[in-house]
């Protein structure tokens, strides 16, 4: 028998000087985790996550092999970017445990709904990098979109860095942060009314007689294939809406009733509703 091992290499991270902890791996820190690993973007002896359950914690670690513990001091301590993935209410305790350990060299990268980041800099009381971001749920299968913001000391390289890693979990846009309430209302809470629109497609479908599998399927399709044409195109969407209307054709009987319906209208005002919430939601 041979007994030379046969040694797999594995491929350098692309981002390999790069420590990072995540401080609250819960659902959306575990995407984030979960999509930096499969791109390879960090080795992972350099990922430190925390959470509040030590079984949970050990389940983690076994799941994704890297150090998931308890201790978010002496993550923080490791990391070079620590990213904050607590509950909002949550952020100013998780600052205090660990702001023994920040420094401007260091830079915090939050993920709480809501939270600015001045009273990031605030909370860590030393002229540091902050990024606020808001990314949303379609980051699970990768076709998310992040919008994201810094505070007043953040460098565009940092900048660079925290792009760098939310597009592991889809697209990023930096926008002033005085427009993150409006991210929220738009791309934050979006995913719930295009699935509403999704399964009203799909219910139309069922009544006009097609099986709800196929229905689905061709709801589901349709709106993903017409946002592609949308950002691969970059043509306006009334334009691309144009060239499937012909003339006294079956899709200009169908926008009518939309129009009738006010969809158009419903979902400004839907948009504008969430995004008022999260003004509130902001003021606490
Ligand atoms: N979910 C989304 O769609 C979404 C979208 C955009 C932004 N966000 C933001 O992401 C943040 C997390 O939301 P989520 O939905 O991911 O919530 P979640 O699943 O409840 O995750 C929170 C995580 O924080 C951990 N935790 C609690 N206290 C801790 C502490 N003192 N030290 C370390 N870890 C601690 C929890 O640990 P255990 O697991 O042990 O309980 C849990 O893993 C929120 O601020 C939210 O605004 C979420």
């Not at 914690?57 to 076994?62: K, T």
């Not at 979006?190 to 219910?203: Q, S, T, V």
């Not at 969430?274 to 902001?282: C, H, S, V």
């Amino acid at each position: 028998m041979n007994d030379e091992t046969i040694v797999i290499p594995v491929p350098a991270a692309v981002m390999p000087g790069l420590k990072v902890a995540i401080l609250g791996a819960g659902k959306m820190g575990g995407i984030l985790l979960q999509g930096f690993l499969k791109n390879n973007l960090v080795a992972l002896e350099n990922v430190f996550a925390t959470v509040q359950h030590p079984d949970r914690a050990q389940a983690l670690s076994v799941q994704f092999g890297v150090e998931v513990t308890t201790d978010n001091l002496e993550a923080a301590r490791q990391a070079d970017v620590i990213l904050l993935g607590v509950k909002p209410i949550q952020v100013p305790d998780l600052i205090a445990q660990i702001k023994p350990v920040l420094s401007p060299r260091k830079v915090l990268l939050s993920f709480a709904a809501s939270v600015k980041t001045r009273s990031i800099e605030d909370c860590a009381g030393c002229e540091l990098g902050v990024i606020r971001a808001m990314p949303n749920t379609p980051a699970m299968i990768g076709a998310g979109v992040t919008a994201l913001c810094g505070g007043r000391f953040v460098t565009q390289e940092q900048m660079a860095v925290a792009q760098r890693i939310f597009q592991t979990v889809g697209r990023t846009v930096v926008v002033d942060e005085k427009h993150m309430d409006a991210v929220t209302g738009l791309s934050g809470s979006g995913p719930a009314f295009l699935y509403i629109i999704i399964e009203a497609l799909a219910e139309a479908g069922v009544n006009v007689g097609l099986p709800r599998d196929v229905a689905t399927l061709l709801a589901a399709q349709t709106t993903l294939g017409s946002a592609r044409m949308v950002l691969e195109t970059g043509y306006h969407p009334a334009l691309l809406k144009d060239a499937v209307t012909t003339p006294a054709g079956c899709t200009v009987d169908g926008i009518l009733e939309l129009e009738e319906g006010g969809l158009r209208v419903t979902l400004i005002k839907a948009v504008k509703r969430a995004t008022q919430r999260a003004r509130e939601l902001a003021a606490g």
